[in-house]
């Protein structure tokens, strides 16, 4: 555990080493600053429920892609394209631990770059909370789900990451893979396969998105988005213990 957290801490803070953490955080605030302030404009004009407003912009999950995919590029493909990974991995740490760190620095990440959202539920609740209308619970499965997605996102651009010395192609791979599972649900127009269109629409994020922004908690995509987090944390680690085949 130890090892976890100084390998973590090594990573957190060289998110910050360089501009890219801060103009991250900054430029995924301006839009989603953007897009809850057309909501709210737009919830004066006709009826918006509290979980479209926070969780339903498609400004937001844009951005919050495009922002996984440039956290995750660097983790590993940086290490190997500067030479430091052989270093680090004949240090006395194992791969699992080398991959569980990178995805925690990455997940914490995130937990910072969210963190001041909740001033727009703050803001909600300002106006809301005097009738009885602001809906505690909607909000909590809105961050869920966008804590379960990023996770999954997060071990999925890791696992591109240990694939490639170039962070430009682990960026692309990241992009390419998310865009099949967040839009999934829009491939079964393309389909006749009413099976395969039923898997589709389990699996797709938006899907699970407008589920969770209605308070509506679906066990299934819970265990989806879990097991398909440990299982790219999985193929990571033996992607870098590819390392002695070669």
């Not at 803001?123 to 804590?147: C, E, T, W």
Request: glycine residues 6%.
């Amino acid at each position: 555990m130890k090892n976890i957290l100084l390998l973590l801490r090594r990573q957190f803070l060289a998110y910050f080493r360089t501009p890219l953490g801060f103009t991250v955080i900054i430029v995924f605030l301006i839009v989603s600053g953007f897009s809850f302030c057309r909501l709210i404009s737009q919830s004066a004009v006709e009826p918006v429920q509290v979980g479209d407003i926070l969780f339903g912009s498609a400004y937001f999950w844009l951005i919050f892609l495009v922002t996984i995919a440039l956290i995750t590029m660097p983790l590993l493909a940086e290490e190997r394209r500067s030479g430091t990974l052989e270093n680090l991995l004949t240090a006395p740490v194992t791969d699992l631990q080398v991959a569980s760190a990178k995805f925690l620095a990455g997940f914490a990440f995130i937990i910072v770059m969210l963190a001041p959202t909740l001033v727009y539920s703050a803001i909600i609740y300002m106006f809301q909370a005097p009738d009885g209308s602001f809906a505690f619970r909607i909000v909590l499965s809105g961050y869920l789900i966008v804590f379960l997605i990023g996770g999954f996102y997060i071990a999925f651009g890791l696992l591109m990451s240990s694939l490639t010395g170039s962070m430009v192609i682990a960026a692309i791979l990241c992009c390419a893979g998310m865009s099949v599972t967040f839009l999934a649900e829009n491939l079964q127009y393309a389909l006749s396969n009413a099976r395969l269109e039923a898997v589709l629409a389990r699996i797709s994020s938006i899907q699970h998105i407008i589920d969770f922004s209605r308070g509506i908690i679906d066990s299934q995509a819970v265990v989806f988005y879990l097991s398909g987090t440990v299982l790219f944390i999985y193929l990571t680690v033996k992607s870098i213990e590819s390392r002695l085949w070669r």
